[in-house]
């Protein structure tokens, strides 16, 4: 057998040399077998020097694997490396050599690097280890167990290393008891250990990489399918719920890692190189750069990961071993151990992995062969060198907390139970330990489903007209429950209150009727699901949303020595967004919390599909990217409990709102004793409560009236209005209110407000083609009546709207201070090697991001904290009162409302100095609202000049000296605006980045604006100091919407435009913010606290 030299250089001296193959009587250490990294003797000197002495004996390493891996590029730039030791010489042994001859025809070697692959013939490298004893990198029998996934936990389990919780299903009909699977709606039981969806479902062969995560009902169901890379897919979504019936699997605890893998690569046991990648279960699209590579970064170890990256690495016998980390809920827990695995594109490691193995294998063998080798007194372990930030301020943390997306109207029945059945099942699911009990899960909602069957079959024998009500609401709990064919508990959910004396009564005509004893109030709730449209606007709010963030925008980058087209900024085709170069290089530590509501949960996997340009379904999105903050009342809150200031409010409002006379000035000091302009407006509208509500009982009675005509007109049978609804369930949605909106006293029911405010609100945006007569007219007065009702639900005073805003809001004031004060990094978030992280500028910044999604009472509240809490003196602070000015002008905390906060850093600044954090407050009140015209309140821009800014000259380290060209500064961006019409119209180069020149005329001075189409400038501006002029010259730039699949969406056209975000204020210091929500927590009292978990 010949061997074959390998040149993988051109000329001739210093060029390290290697073989594949040798015979047996070759001696490896000759010269032709040699892979000399010393430069070869000049002519004249050869002679001369071999007469003298004859050269040490090599260190043959050979290489035993298919020729796929033996051949690929990170295995050929290690060799490359390895063969530059003066005394190794490598030998690459052929593939047809492997499978064809004999083992003892196989090359010999002092030292054997072989590993599995599909097709090797691992019990032929073993005998041949047998017959040679060479020293093993990776022990050859521990590659047995490596393929089989149950063998890998068993090892991982007796090392005592984290993994997730998990059962073995064995389909062997030789051991029956390993096969006792019940699968239910959501949860599989596994010989006995229970697992709730989402839960993995592996294949127990190592080989086989079909691996399936299965969702719960209540986040949409289905399964993730991971497969093995195909092109740019590494999973897909399937609407399959059910588990495999066929096969052997391991099924575990789904782990929530924030759609983030870490692999890590060891070389011996005390070097571990790690890399971050965005999870395949997340969207199943593989990112890749302008190679066509996967897009991974290197990601720094805890003292606690090096730990089991050694424990991983001695266990399994394999000094080159790649594995898998799942960094979940504070810990990190190893998922699956893949045996030999290189890293890949990085100089680094394959510097680091060759001299590792390097001196590994002469520290082995060089005693034994008398080969005069030292060890090298340089460290093997790679330094951690600091990197320094820039004299620009850096963006440290951005807090938002933002209202759902547009939804279906909400629909609710209330009635009193009394029957043993409903006290049966509130003692069942625990109710009595609290006096309040939700019921969500599919399970539950049958079970309430089954009592009203069966009561409603008992009523069916009386015929007493005093159950006649009871029967109604009975029927309708019946319907609802039935509807859509199957349960969810994302669009439906029954809640029930203990009542020990009964429900009070509401009017004197109910005394006679009163019963004594205890009942309960069932509340059932459907309806308010998320649409199409809403889903729309979240993700693209999302998109806007990056451009907040610093960085990135410098299309001319790559003049700056960027290689990767993720460092330029251009990254999945979007140009300019500092944020996915954050997020992709693991810089950006972010978490996105949403209350337990369906439409919430939905809005905030949208707005995160947008945020970090993700693809496909959002129910992925939303099991990994979403934690629910329902355990301890961070953004849950039971609207049905209302607080004894909250009751005070509402009867007042009610006293005030039942009175049939024009509102006199009295009327107006107590509904709005703030002089609260929008309060002011809608009050001169209604002008007489009375007479306004008797207009709107009127237009709700000619609509239903008009609906119905619709319903008898044989073309209006099948018509579909807009998410699947018919004119019979819009009908039922009318006649309710019509029922419920006037009481058989003649009164109106004013609580019934918002919910006619909802209903025509959404009929007028969605169902504007039915061409009803009068929508808008009914808009008007409603939305008129329900900008007094709804904020003013909230308290009328400061005092009642600071009280109820503590009840409702307290844990999350708690929690948005934690945010702030936790600045610094600490070892349990995802970190930059930064000598790796070469192309990657400033690797040591770390941004915070958390996401707070919730409903409208939570944004109310928090707001009301910040207006009424005592943040800034409007008297003292001009930049306050105008925000305040602002505030009192909104009318009505839309979809999408949302409150940001954001920390920067200026790192020139003295670390105990007020001056080193800087705060600033943004606001937008969100969704356009139908047919709003000129008369919306005007803010002053996004991040305007303050006045002070205006009289003195811009330090040079300032927040607003933007105009130096610097990259992943914080650079102000004309972002994306809302489209008016259908988001599929791009701009003709959808794409592209357009550079504004810095003498942008002033028609361009709004470009600080989130959405330059709302964009406008208000007249009282002119010479306040606070023009958007006012600020030095800065690079704009235009970043249009990338192409996104929204055309899967209905009724795309018209999802109206998000207002943009306004500053309230911006120059605020971390202290001052500090010491205002430390008050505000202090006021609050500790009865509303609630102790808050960290997270």
Not at 621 to 639: P, Y
Not at 711 to 739: F, G, I, N, V
Not at 792 to 816: F, T, W
Not at 971 to 996: D, F
Request: charged share 30%.
């Amino acid at each position: 057998m010949s061997h074959f030299e390998c040149r993988p250089g051109t000329g001739r001296g210093g060029l390290p040399r290697f073989l594949v193959g040798c015979d047996d009587d070759e001696s490896p250490g000759s010269e032709d077998g040699g892979m000399r990294s010393d430069s070869e003797p000049r002519d004249g000197e050869e002679e001369e020097e071999e007469e003298e002495e004859e050269d040490p004996r090599q260190v043959v390493v050979g290489i035993c694997s298919m020729m796929k891996k033996s051949k690929s590029k990170p295995m050929t730039q290690i060799l490359e490396r390895l063969c530059k030791f003066e005394y190794i010489t490598v030998v690459i042994f052929p593939e047809e050599v492997i499978l064809s001859e004999p083992v003892d025809k196989w090359p010999l070697c002092d030292c054997l690097i072989s590993f599995h692959s599909k097709g090797f013939p691992l019990d032929k490298a073993v005998s041949y280890v047998q017959l040679r004893s060479p020293l093993l990198i990776n022990d050859l029998n521990m590659q047995y167990f490596i393929q089989d996934r149950r063998e890998v936990y068993r090892i991982l389990q007796e090392e005592g290393i984290d993994l997730p919780r998990y059962a073995v299903l064995n389909r062997d009909p030789d051991r029956p008891e390993e096969c006792n699977l019940v699968e239910c709606e959501d949860h599989v039981e596994v010989n006995g250990e229970v697992f709730h969806k989402p839960f993995v479902e592996k294949p127990v062969c190592a080989e086989d990489h079909n691996v399936y995560i299965y969702y719960p009902t209540s986040a949409g169901g289905g399964s993730q399918r991971l497969f093995r890379k195909i092109g740019s897919r590494s999973s897909v979504y399937s609407p399959e719920s059910s588990v495999r019936k066929t096969g052997s699997y391991i099924y575990e605890e789904f782990m929530p890692t924030d759609g983030t893998d870490v692999k890590v690569y060891t070389v011996g046991p005390d070097y571990a190189h790690a890399e971050a990648r965005k999870s395949p279960a997340l969207d199943g699209k593989v990112e890749r750069d302008s190679e066509g590579k996967e897009i991974r970064y290197p990601v720094m170890l805890t003292a606690m990961e090096k730990l089991v990256a050694r424990k991983v690495c001695l266990a399994f016998k394999q000094t080159v071993c790649g594995f898998d980390l799942l960094r979940a809920n504070g810990h990190s827990f190893v998922c699956d151990v893949n045996g030999f695995s290189f890293v890949k594109n990085s100089m680094k490691y394959y510097d680091d992995c060759a001299k590792v193995l390097g001196n590994m294998v002469m520290r082995e063998l060089a005693p034994q062969l008398h080969i005069p080798w030292s060890i090298p007194m340089e460290a093997e372990d790679i330094p951690i060198v600091p990197t320094t930030s820039g004299s620009m301020m850096e963006l440290r943390c951005v807090i938002a907390v933002v209202r759902h997306g547009d939804r279906t109207p909400k629909q609710k029945m209330k009635m009193e139970v009394r029957n043993a059945m409903f006290f049966d099942l509130f003692e069942k699911y625990g109710g009595y330990k609290s006096g309040k009990l939700k019921l969500k899960k599919p399970k539950q909602l049958q079970e309430v489903l089954d009592i009203a069957r069966q009561l409603l079959l008992e009523l069916v024998q009386h015929n007493d007209c005093e159950i006649e009500e009871k029967k109604s609401k009975l029927e309708q709990l019946k319907t609802v429950l039935e509807m859509y064919g199957h349960f969810s508990g994302i669009n439906r959910k029954v809640q029930l209150t203990y009542l020990p004396n009964g429900q009070p009564k509401a009017s004197s005509e109910e005394e006679d009727s009163q019963r004594e004893g205890p009942s309960l109030l069932l509340v059932l709730k459907w309806g308010g699901e998320l649409t199409p449209a809403g889903r729309v606007q979240a993700e693209e709010l999302g998109r806007a949303f990056r451009c907040m963030y610093p960085g990135g925008q410098d299309a001319n980058r790559r003049s700056l020595g960027c290689e990767s087209p993720i460092d330029c900024g251009d990254y999945a085709g979007f140009p300019g967004c500092g944020l996915l170069r954050l997020h992709s290089t693991y810089r950006h530590d972010l978490k996105i919390y949403a209350s337990d509501e369906g439409r919430v949960q939905m809005t905030a996997a949208a707005f995160a599909k947008g945020l970090l340009a993700l693809e496909g379904e959002l129910t992925p999105i939303l099991v990994q990217m979403v934690k629910s903050a329902n355990m301890n009342g961070l953004l849950d809150s039971d609207s049905d409990s209302l607080t004894d200031c909250q009751q005070r409010v509402k009867t007042r409002l009610h006293e005030i709102m039942q009175k049939d006379r024009i509102f006199s000035e009295e009327d107006y000091q107590k509904l709005a004793p703030s002089c609260s302009l929008s309060l002011v407006n809608s009050m001169k509208i209604i002008s007489n409560p009375v007479s306004t509500c008797d207009k709107v009982y009127t237009l709700i009675q000619s609509l239903t009236r008009q609906i119905r005509k619709r319903l008898e007109d044989p073309k209006s049978a099948d018509l579909q209005l807009y998410h699947s609804e018919t004119l019979e369930l819009m009908l039922q949605r009318w006649s309710k209110l019509e029922r419920d909106f006037r009481t058989k006293s003649g009164r109106y029911d004013i609580s019934k407000i918002p919910d006619i405010y909802d209903c025509i609100k959404y009929d007028t945006q969605h169902n504007a083609s039915l061409g009803l007569e009068d929508t808008l007219e009914l808009l008007r007065l409603s939305r008129a009546l329900a900008d007094i009702i709804i904020p003013q639900e909230y308290g009328i005073n400061r005092e009642e709207k600071l009280d109820i805003a503590y009840a409702y809001c307290l844990p999350l004031v708690k929690k948005i201070q934690l945010d702030l004060q936790r600045t610094h990094e600490d070892e349990a978030v995802n970190k930059l090697h930064p000598l790796y992280s070469r192309g990657v500028m400033s690797p040591g910044r770390h941004v915070r991001t958390r996401l707070y999604f919730t409903s409208e009472s939570h944004v109310h509240s928090l707001l009301s904290i910040f207006r009424y809490g005592g943040l800034l003196n409007e008297e003292k602070d001009e930049q306050w009162k105008q925000a305040m000015d602002y505030l009192n002008a909104v009318s009505e905390l839309n979809y999408m409302t949302q409150i940001v906060i954001m920390l920067y850093e200026d790192n020139n600044k003295d670390p105990s100095s007020e001056e080193r954090f800087h705060v600033e407050l943004h606001f937008s009140p969100g969704v356009k609202g139908c047919e709003e015209g000129d008369n919306v309140p005007m803010g002053f821009g996004f991040r305007p000049a303050s006045s002070e800014n205006k009289e003195k000259q811009t330090d040079p380290g300032s927040l607003e000296d933007l105009s130096q060209d610097e990259p992943d500064r914080a650079v102000l961006i004309e972002p994306i605006s809302m489209q008016k019409r259908s988001p599929l119209i791009r701009n003709r180069k959808a794409g592209s980045m357009e550079v504004l020149s810095e003498s942008s005329s002033s028609s361009r001075a709004s470009a600080y604006r989130l959405f330059p189409s709302c964009s406008r400038q208000s007249p009282e501006m002119k010479p306040s100091g606070l023009e958007l002029l006012s600020m030095p010259a800065v690079k704009r730039f235009s970043v249009s919407f990338a192409r996104h699949p929204t055309n899967g969406f209905e009724g795309c056209s018209m999802v109206p435009s998000i207002y943009p975000l306004e500053t309230l204020h911006n120059s605020l210091s971390l202290k001052q913010v500090d010491e205002f929500l430390t008050a505000v927590c202090e006021s609050g009292g500790d009865t509303n606290s609630k102790t808050l978990k960290c997270m």
